[in-house]
């Protein structure tokens, strides 16, 4: 299954719509892959994550 990523909120997801924000604005080509386990680590706070889960870093 191809990977997509929301160009809302950056979330990588398998569907064409993210289920996070319900819109279909996702595409197929993003940079670099980040796994968010705590919303209060230093990256997840640069990046404005705020909800766990595996985030594009360049949309």
């Known amino acids: 299954m191809v990977k997509r990523a ?3 909120c950056k979330r990588i997801i398998d569907k064409t719509t993210c289920p ?4 279909n604005e996702t595409t197929t080509s993003f940079q670099g892959v980040v ?3 705590d919303t209060e680590s230093a990256i997840a ?3 404005g994550i705020t909800a766990p889960g595996k985030y594009a870093i360049r949309v």
């Open 6 to 8: 929301c160009k809302i």
């Open 20 to 23: 996070v924000c319900q819109v």
């Open 35 to 37: 796994l968010i386990l």
């Open 45 to 47: 706070k640069k990046l």
